[in-house]
């Protein structure tokens, strides 16, 4: 019994020292934060039943200049590159527009992109965000272009969906997947090269970045990445992406871990069956 | 020349030239092990095994890794991590053993100092032990800087660092250490070098000596009890096993450690598979970049206390620097374990720490002191953490000023007694 | 007592077993660690289009860091059922381009229409067949796979297995 009693205090010690360098000084060191508010709330929109022929039209005269549409062939007037060094990033396809962005986010957006993107600190009379405030649509308009891209919305596999939402600023090295923008121009605007991507599921835990990608500012204040707007299941998407390149032995990791514990315990069994013998010996 | 005759087997073959059956004699089946012990006495097999992992899969991280800046954290990351067929158990294997390792190494130590294994003729058993430590520490310095992450950056320029506050030559000494004004490539190479080959090398080496150590003095028991081992080793071989206080290391000692060595790698392979990140720390997920250090930085956990030790002092006392006090502090902290054996002043009588009333109050309060330590060396030293902190350091270093005082008493009133 | 030492024995005997057996798993992980990389052995596959080429052209590339020769035959060439790669109605000479005696690159030279070895003065016709010198054998024909009038180099295609069972 005496062994079981230092077994007792050697676990009750090093349990303590575990809990007390792992959850305990990380919560002290990453305070909590409110969870993903994927309803907006904050911007405080809401979204109206739209016309979406009246929609495309709105589209048409408005932002064709520089992005492109291109599901239902809508091309930009703008070259990628030439719109990467005019604006630091190259403007998004808006073909899954309606897929990614929330609505309430996208029409706040609309009305003032700095805005609904927390990115305002970047910006003032001097410097002015690329794409113009639509604040002079009505409420009517907006949710005319809304229900346009909600009508063309179609179901886009993971990797797509983050190359739109995240792929224009970040690289994915081990995927092959590089951005578009210009890497000089996409610095000055950003004032930073924004990170690669390809194993941030390993640097940063689920928590942290479904709350990050909904919004960067509440870890991270102060920071030029915007908020992207995604909804739920857009940002579901990207983080399943993201973890399929950045820790794609999960699947073989798991399962032989459950294999490797067996096999384990099977050898404690084993050896203890033979030490009892030994010991029986001697004892 | 011994006479060298037809050999009836494999076995007798050997025994001719190279003495074999005496050789397992000598180190295993008549290597004698008191029967009085228990399952602490299994962490140097446990600490082995470890060792065995960390250099088995050392060998393959090796195959594929490049000590360049440019091409290290790529090299680890994709070509060990995504692309190579196991590839990623190997580094995990290699990043949970070293941080295992050193629970086990602190346990096995604790139970040194519990039962006075480190004295009474035990001396080189604790000062290569505690040399070994020292090394593994290094080791495990150097290997965590191979990846060029985040931490491995920030860890390595603030250690690094630490030796500047050394007086008159400080500033040259880092300069020297890492082969560059600042942490570089020259850094890396170097400390690739000592990782896997100075470094390993010295570790075999004080195994081989700390085993030796063990040979003369042998194997403490958990009663500190002392008998003459040939007498028992008769014992036992004339069949009376059960009377003897002694057992062969093989097969009965080793029979016992195979299976407490079971549960430990049990515990180590989930560890491996399903709960790693206490071991390979997220931040060093993220490239290095000498233009932002992270939010938080902190050294593995295995080096918190000493760390500790060092930011301890904030501010200045009497004119000296609170860096220089600390640092101070830090010297003393790495080198007054090594010293146990000399400040125990009750030199001629081992004794487990529960038949020593003041030693007993003495391990604990070292023990809760250390985890307290610890567990603030990784808090942000800020506000009441700091003054926690420097409070911890204070008892610390009084605990090893009042150790030679309470073991003259100790000494003293054991002297009375008889 | 005999019973006893027996079923010690067993269970020393099972332990050990198991270990062991664990063991050689273990060199089987091992094993597959040191296998080429995906990306190696994707890049051991290397497809030509032969189309572009005009008779009488030869072109060189390589695959696995050796040199591969492409010839495709003129109609004054005489053909050599044993060696000649059919593709797309056309036969080519396809051949490694090491010469067979030790090693070295032996040149196109269109006048006489043979690979001339630098080295020691072997010769090859436009086949690939050794004519004069010391090389003791043809030039070798690496692995392919005929997908129309593509070639895949690496891959042991019927045309390959065909060619190797002939000269057996």
């Given at each position: 019994m005496r062994e079981l009693k230092i077994l007792v205090v050697v676990l009750f010690f090093t349990a303590v020292v575990y809990w007390g360098v792992e959850p305990f000084a990380h919560s002290q060191m990453h305070p909590h934060v409110a969870p993903a508010d994927f309803?907006?709330?904050?911007?405080g929109h809401t979204v109206g039943k739209g016309d979406f022929i009246k929609g495309e039209e709105l589209v048409q005269a408005n932002c064709v200049a520089c992005h492109s549409v291109k599901s239902v062939g809508i091309q930009s007037a703008m070259s990628e590159s030439d719109a990467s060094l005019a604006y630091g990033v190259v403007p998004p396809d808006l073909s899954n527009a309606g897929l990614l962005y929330d609505p309430a986010f996208l029409s706040a957006f609309l009305k003032n992109p700095a805005k609904a993107m927390l990115v305002e600190h970047k910006f003032d009379q001097t410097r002015t965000f690329p794409m113009p405030s639509y604040d002079w649509m009505s409420e009517d308009e907006i949710s005319s272009i809304l229900a346009f891209f909600h009508s063309i919305v179609k179901p886009v596999s993971d990797k797509a969906l983050y190359e739109e939402a995240c792929g224009r600023c970040h690289d994915m090295k081990y995927d092959k997947t590089m951005s578009h923008s210009d890497k000089a121009a996409l610095t000055a605007y950003m004032g930073t090269l924004p990170p690669d991507l390809s194993i941030m599921i390993r640097a940063k835990s689920d928590e942290y970045l479904s709350t990050f990608i909904n919004n960067p500012q509440k870890q991270?204040?102060?920071?030029?990445?915007?908020?992207?707007?995604?909804t739920e299941k857009a940002q579901n998407q990207v983080i399943s992406y993201m973890e399929k390149v950045g820790d794609r032995k999960k699947a073989e990791r798991e399962d032989l871990g459950y294999k490797l514990i067996a096999y384990m315990v099977l050898f404690t069994l084993l050896a203890f069956a033979w030490k009892v013998k030994i010991w029986r010996e001697v004892h | 020349m011994a006479e060298i005759k037809k050999a009836t087997g494999l076995m007798d073959w050997l025994d001719q030239r190279l003495a074999v059956n005496g050789f397992i004699k000598v180190m295993m089946s008549e290597y004698w092990i008191p029967k009085n012990i228990n399952f602490l006495w299994a962490m140097g097999v446990v600490l082995m095994s470890l060792f065995m992992i960390l250099i088995v899969s050392g060998i393959f991280l090796l195959m594929y890794y490049k000590p360049d800046i440019k091409l290290a954290f790529d090299s680890v990351n994709?070509?060990?991590?995504?692309?190579?067929?196991y590839g990623w158990l190997w580094r995990h294997m290699h990043g949970v053993a070293a941080s295992v390792i050193f629970l086990v190494i602190y346990i096995h130590m604790f139970t040194g100092i519990y039962y006075g294994s480190?004295?009474?003729?035990?001396e080189m058993i604790w000062l290569t032990g505690m040399a070994l430590f020292g090394i593994f520490s290094a080791e495990a310095f150097s290997g965590y800087m191979l990846p060029w992450g985040q931490m491995s950056y920030w860890a390595a320029q603030v250690i690094t660092n630490l030796f500047g506050g050394i007086p008159f030559i400080g500033e040259a000494l880092v300069i020297w250490i890492r082969g560059?004004?600042?942490?570089?490539d020259a850094t890396l190479t170097r400390f690739f070098m000592l990782h896997v080959l100075l470094l390993p090398l010295v570790i075999l080496l004080l195994i081989a000596v700390h085993f030796y150590a063990l040979?003369?003095?042998h194997v403490n028991n958990q009663d500190s009890e002392e008998f003459d081992f040939d007498k028992e080793a008769k014992k036992y071989l004339e069949g009376r096993k059960k009377e003897s206080k002694v057992v062969p290391f093989w097969p009965v000692f080793l029979s016992k450690d195979f299976f407490v060595v079971g549960i430990a790698l049990t515990v180590f392979f989930y560890l491996v598979c399903f709960h790693y990140d206490f071991a390979m720390d997220p931040i060093n997920f993220e490239p290095a970049n000498n233009m932002k250090t992270p939010a938080h930085i902190y050294p593995e956990w295995y080096f918190l206390w000493s760390y500790e030790v060092l930011r301890g002092f904030f501010f200045d006392i009497g004119g000296i620097a609170a860096m220089d006090i600390g640092l101070a502090a830090f010297g003393f902290a790495n080198v007054i374990f090594m010293l146990l054996p000399f400040l125990d002043r009750n030199t001629m009588h081992t004794a487990p720490a529960h038949k020593r009333p003041m030693f007993f109050v003495w391990f604990w309060l070292l023990l809760i002191d250390m985890i307290v330590l610890t567990v603030y060396g990784k808090l942000p030293p800020t506000g009441a953490n700091a003054w926690v902190g420097f409070g911890a350091t204070i008892v610390f270093l009084v605990l090893f000023v009042l150790l030679p005082i309470i073991t003259k008493i100790e000494a003293k009133n054991e002297g009375a007694e008889s | 007592m005999a019973v006893e030492e027996s079923r010690r024995d067993f269970i020393g005997m099972a332990f050990g077993g198991f270990a062991a057996a664990g063991g050689i798993v273990a060199l089987g992980a091992m094993k597959k660690t040191w296998d080429p990389l995906p990306s190696v052995q994707s890049a051991g596959f290397i497809t030509v289009d032969l189309s572009p080429m005009k008779e009488g052209e030869v072109q060189t590339i390589q695959w696995r860091g050796k040199p591969i020769f492409i010839l495709k035959k003129s109609a004054d060439m005489a053909k050599n059922e044993k060696r000649d790669v059919i593709a797309g109605g056309s036969s080519y000479s396809v051949m490694i381009g090491l010469c067979t005696h030790l090693g070295c690159i032996p040149t196109w030279t269109p006048s006489t229409k043979q690979f001339k070895c630098a080295c020691h003065g072997g010769e090859f016709d436009a086949s690939g067949v050794n004519t004069f010198g010391p090389p003791p054998r043809p030039m070798d024909i690496p692995p392919f796979k005929i997908d129309g009038t593509k070639l895949v180099l690496g891959e042991e295609g019927p045309e390959y297995k065909k060619m190797v069972a002939k000269k057996a």
């Open positions: 309803s907006f709330k904050d911007l991270l204040a102060g920071t030029s990445m915007p908020r992207v707007g995604l | 994709y070509t060990i991590m995504q692309e190579v067929e480190y004295k009474k003729g035990r560059d004004f600042l942490v570089a040979r003369f003095p | -």
